[in-house]
């Protein structure tokens, strides 16, 4: 396949999402790779094929920190390096360059970097305490159609609305700068039902009213920013492209819970809920026809043309969307304020 911005730096891991001594698959822009971590916490990559018979190294095991092929119990290093009699030869297997941050696993897939990792990361690392891994899910979708419905804030009123019932959005200010985009969106929510609450428990713990913070870094991540009674919440959406037509997607949750009790209680149903939005978004993602030139502009819309622009112009230098080309339309739902400043 023709690769997907080809230069972005894609976030394919979390630290907690491989098993230590255990091989993982990795698919991105249409090439397998292996990613395994080391009883010493050391994390290697390599192309996924054996060179002696491309057999898939990640169907075999981890003997002294070495990959090892499934077929004939061949070794390799980190490096590539094909182990025999307790020694290292040739680098045979091709390695994946991969770079740790945060215990966040970024490559640029053998391409030269166009953009930097986004400092995003760092902060959320810096200020919030990582909660888990939810929802990871292979969507049959293309990178453009998933990467987008993270940035419409808009579809929470239908795909969402046993979670969040909203009666209203409103969009006081959206800046964009280059690759990054800041977003602070105030909500009015109705009272969840209490077969919604029995689903998940976490919806009672949101308020009727909230102010959130959305950050964009594209391509890779999303970060929905919360303050709810029990302290903040931060939750990281993350895409990247496997092929042409499949996308990986997952949330990786951080929080600010002053409470240890509390943040025990909370993790598993709040893990729990945001998985669940992973899986309604990837049921409206997939049930999508063929993509056409919307006939139809919502309230924020903008960020979805800018998202597309970047993404079609990739890799160009950013032009903002010109203010005057907005065209907002009332919709059902209370989302016809078009007060949205760049």
Not at 98 to 114: K, L, N, R, S
Request: charged fraction near 20%.
């Amino acid at each position: 396949m023709e690769p997907l911005l080809p230069g972005a730096p894609w976030l394919v891991a979390h630290r907690s999402m491989l098993n230590k001594d255990r091989p993982r698959r990795v698919t991105l822009n249409g090439r397998d790779y292996v990613l395994w971590q080391n009883r010493q916490g050391e994390i290697s990559a390599l192309n996924n094929v054996c060179p002696h018979m491309q057999a898939p190294l990640s169907e075999g095991w981890i003997c002294a920190g070495r990959i090892t092929c499934p077929f004939h119990a061949l070794e390799f290093d980190g490096q590539g390096r094909m182990w025999q009699e307790g020694r290292s030869g040739a680098a045979l297997a091709r390695p994946l360059k991969i770079f740790v941050e945060d215990d966040c696993i970024w490559t640029y897939g053998g391409f030269a970097p166009q953009l930097p990792i986004p400092e995003l990361h760092r902060h959320l690392a810096r200020d919030y305490e990582f909660l888990g891994v939810a929802g990871e899910t292979s969507l049959q979708a293309d990178l453009l159609s998933s990467l987008l419905i993270n940035y419409d804030f808009n579809h929470q009123n239908g795909t969402h609305r046993e979670m969040f019932r909203v009666i209203s959005c409103t969009v006081p200010s959206f800046v964009q700068s280059e690759y990054h985009a800041h977003v602070e969106m105030q909500l009015v929510r109705a009272a969840n039902t209490p077969g919604e609450l029995a689903k998940n428990p976490a919806l009672a713990l949101l308020p009727r009213q909230m102010s959130n913070t959305l950050e964009y870094a594209f391509p890779s991540t999303t970060v929905l920013i919360a303050d709810v009674p029990f302290g903040r919440l931060a939750q990281v959406h993350i895409v990247y492209p496997e092929t042409e037509s499949r996308t990986r997607t997952f949330i990786l949750l951080y929080g600010q819970i002053a409470n240890p009790l509390l943040k025990r209680l909370l993790r598993k149903p709040l893990l729990e809920a945001a998985a669940t939005v992973v899986a309604q978004d990837a049921r409206a993602i997939e049930s999508l026809y063929p993509r056409e030139k919307p006939g139809v502009r919502l309230a924020n819309d903008e960020i979805i043309a800018y998202a597309e622009r970047l993404f079609r112009e990739w890799p160009s230098a950013f032009a903002p969307v010109p203010a005057d080309t907005l065209q907002c339309s009332d919709s059902p739902q209370g989302q016809g304020d078009c007060s949205n400043q760049q």
